[in-house]
């Protein structure tokens, strides 16, 4: 009797130690052969400023690199918690490569624990394998960019927020702490603690440590995580910047004359004034640009924003480089059941609504980000893992209906392999 519960276990654990191993070699097989010489990251110059950054840390010259556009130092153009993970990795490419490979594969885990929430083991492992194999994820987990760290910071972050006792403040914690790695999702936090307040509340045993408004303790926690690097930012630059100096940049690439709701800052070599102002005049002045457009063409602003929510949701890769019929197929394959069981789940009660709520939060929050900057289907990715939890749901559930139609029991019924069980055993269960 007591040998029957490590063998159930074990017998439970086997599938999702081969979800995991299956998505540590995918991630691992797609990022460490990419080349990774300084040439090859060009293609996306983020990449090479989070290096910058990351090895002057290395060599202990501190939270900066040369901005090539104006020839000119910068010290908050990014904020410092992807970069910190790269010094981490010694600056080294293919070693950042092997780590975010453990890491969304970790992901993947806080896939299974997030479904375990509400959802059977079953659609729980089928969360998990839906992160595993999501081509998106295994995408950006070779590339030097924020997408994969951050991902997994608001993954664990949700699952700890979901979770009784006190593990909801180390989640609140982690999730704080993402806004130095993604400084646009700053009010994140405080959305995600005051949903998880709704979903976790259960009237037959109330949660007392929600005595202090979970709202203002995330804020609290969020502006105590900040406050270091914004004195920081005041000592070097003079300002109290709390997330980046890239703020203006954004800001008027998602809304100027030219905007097409895609990234296109080809503006700045029409703006010869701005080599003569320094990071933090730049952004300031980028941003009230960007608000003029706005005021002047609330039309047109409206517009991009449609355009940028399409274009974050694309179901299909919008970079030239993947834009083979290969990856446009594979894309296509995923993201179209993705979808449908997503919606699925959402229309269906197998997840209680405030959890659905708690679920879509993040898929909300980054499309409104999305559509006040740019459209890009990269700034939907962190949003992937909560909908695979809705996902399964709604596979859940369309199994189930389709298990209970009368056609479908016919089918199991004359099968005759099912109908007549084998001599061996009708032994077997008589004896």
Not at 237 to 264: C, E, K, L, M, V
Not at 284 to 299: C, D, G, K, Q, S
Not at 343 to 353: A, D, E, I, K
Request: charged share 15%; net charge positive; glycine share 6%.
């Amino acid at each position: 009797m007591h040998s029957a519960g490590p063998a159930n276990q074990r017998r439970l654990n086997l599938p999702l130690l081969a979800i995991l191993a299956l998505a540590l070699i995918a991630r691992l097989g797609w990022g460490l052969p990419r080349p990774a010489d300084d040439a090859s990251l060009e293609a996306l110059p983020d990449q090479r400023e989070y290096l910058a950054i990351a090895r002057n840390l290395v060599a202990r010259e501190g939270l900066h690199f040369v901005d090539q556009r104006f020839n000119d130092v910068v010290y908050a153009f990014r904020t410092p918690g992807y970069p910190v993970f790269l010094a981490m990795c010694r600056g080294n490419v293919r070693i950042a490569r092997g780590a975010q490979a453990a890491v969304d594969t970790l992901t993947v885990l806080a896939a299974y624990l997030l479904a375990r929430r509400w959802l059977p083991v079953g659609p729980s492992l089928f969360a998990a394998f839906l992160c595993g194999i999501n081509p998106f994820l295994i995408y950006f987990s070779g590339l030097i960019l924020t997408e994969t760290l951050f991902t997994a910071m608001l993954a664990w972050g949700m699952v700890l927020l979901t979770r009784h006792g006190r593990w909801w403040i180390v989640g609140g914690l982690i999730l704080a702490l993402a806004a130095l790695v993604r400084p646009g999702t700053i009010a994140l936090p405080v959305v995600l603690g005051i949903t998880a307040a709704l979903a976790n509340r259960n009237p037959a045993k109330p949660y007392h440590h929600w005595s202090l408004p979970v709202g203002t303790t995330m804020l609290l926690l969020t502006v105590l995580v900040l406050a270091p690097w914004a004195f920081r930012n005041s000592r070097v630059i003079g300002q109290w910047i709390w997330t980046s100096t890239n703020h203006g940049f954004t800001a008027y690439d998602g809304f100027n004359p030219d905007a097409t709701g895609a990234s296109d800052q080809s503006f700045v070599t029409q703006m010869p004034q701005l080599r003569q102002m320094n990071e933090a005049d730049r952004s300031e002045y980028l941003t009230e640009r960007a608000r003029t457009f706005v005021r002047e063409n609330p039309a047109q602003a409206v517009e991009l924003g449609i355009r940028k929510v399409v274009r974050t949701w694309s179901p299909r890769p919008l970079s030239k480089e993947f834009g083979r019929p290969l990856y446009v197929a594979v894309a296509y394959v995923f993201t179209g059941p993705i979808y449908l069981m997503t919606l699925l789940g959402l229309s269906y009660r197998t997840l209680p609504r405030p959890a659905k709520l708690f679920l879509l939060v993040p898929a909300i929050y980054l499309t409104l980000s999305a559509a006040l900057s740019v459209g890009s289907l990269r700034y939907r990715v962190p949003a992937e893992v909560p909908i695979s939890v809705i996902a399964a749901a709604g596979g859940q559930e369309m199994l189930r209906r389709l298990m209970e139609r009368p056609s479908f029991r016919r089918v199991v019924v004359e099968n005759p392999l099912d109908a007549a069980p084998a001599e061996s055993d009708r032994g077997a269960d008589e004896a």
